[in-house]
């Protein structure tokens, strides 16, 4: 497996690219396309937005890493990701990368879907960073998988999406008062 994913790693990032702007382009003509509310296409181009942050992510995190001493490890000391974090300017970069990494995630979901709130956002990003650690770890392209990127992932998404919900309601006009125009 690792073999087809280094074949394919030169243009997994084309790939990904040429799909994102299909997808960009679907998302645009059928959010604007026909009578919709603009609660309709807030929502359709949030989830357009969730494809082609999933189309860059996975280009991002599953792509084969040059130079490395194994093609998997993994490390289980939370403390130690955030000691080296503190200490060394390339893993503070990593920590920092890892904070961010699905805030647009945890921010898109309740836009996309009615259904989630700020804590379902989380949970979903929960799920897909602790996924993204296993398939880094059992497709063995050189990349550590740590408790310490899952901590960093769903923090920066938990901030994100209270962030989010918080924005929200300010700018969101209270039950029964209506916008003068």
């Known amino acids: 497996m690792p073999d087809i994913v280094r074949l394919l790693g030169g243009s997994l990032g084309a790939a990904a690219a040429l799909l994102s702007v299909l997808a960009i382009g679907i998302g645009l003509v059928v959010a604007c396309s026909g009578p919709r509310s603009g609660s309709d296409r807030v929502r359709i181009l949030a989830r357009t937005g969730i ?106 998404a938990a901030v994100a999406a209270g962030l989010f919900a918080l924005v929200r309601t300010m700018v969101r006009p209270a039950a029964g008062v209506r916008a003068v125009a």
Do not use: M
Request: proline fraction near 3%.
């Open 51 to 156: 494809v082609v942050g999933a189309l860059v992510c996975a280009v991002l995190l599953f792509s084969p890493v040059g130079r490395t001493e194994a093609p998997r490890a993994l490390d289980l000391d939370l403390w130690q990701t955030i000691e080296g974090a503190t200490q060394h300017r390339v893993l503070a970069y990593q920590f920092v990368g890892n904070l961010l990494l699905l805030t647009w995630l945890a921010v898109l979901l309740p836009l996309a879907s009615r259904r989630i709130g700020a804590v379902g956002s989380v949970l979903v990003c929960a799920v897909v960073s602790v996924t993204v650690e296993a398939v880094q770890y059992l497709i063995g392209v050189g990349r550590v998988s740590s408790v310490g990127d899952v901590f960093c992932n769903v923090l920066g």
